[in-house]
């Protein structure tokens, strides 16, 4: 299963600098990261090198691997 795929089209999305990118459907993506236990959106954190999530509605750190990540649109003005 690849890790990185276009919700539209399935193929697997570029990195570029900020974001994700289809080649075929020529739209950027952002990951979103859910969290398991409130459904709200949560904040990337970089502590010692390793990511983790904070649920601002929680309180409280969430692991990266309980978390459910999504790819989102990036709306191009
Ligand atoms: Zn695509
Ligand atoms: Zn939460």
Same mark, same amino acid.
């Given at each position: !299963?690849?890790?990185?795929?276009?919700?539209?089209?399935?193929?697997?999305?570029?990195?570029?600098?900020? $974001?994700?990118?289809?080649?075929?459907?020529?739209?950027?993506?952002?990951?979103?990261?859910?969290?398991?236990?409130?459904?709200?959106? !949560?904040? #990337?954190?970089?502590?010692? $090198?390793?990511?983790?999530?904070?649920?601002?509605?929680?309180?409280?750190?969430?692991? #990266?691997?309980?978390?459910?990540?999504?790819?989102?649109?990036?709306?191009?003005?």
């Amino acid at each position: !299963m690849q890790e990185n795929q276009c919700p539209k089209c399935q193929s697997e999305l570029r990195w570029q600098k900020e $974001g994700y990118h289809c080649d075929f459907c020529q739209i950027d993506f952002k990951k979103v990261a859910y969290c398991p236990d409130c459904n709200k959106e !949560m904040e #990337k954190l970089n502590a010692c $090198g390793a990511a983790s999530y904070f649920c601002h509605d929680c309180n409280e750190l969430k692991s #990266k691997s309980r978390a459910k990540t999504e790819f989102s649109e990036i709306a191009i003005s």
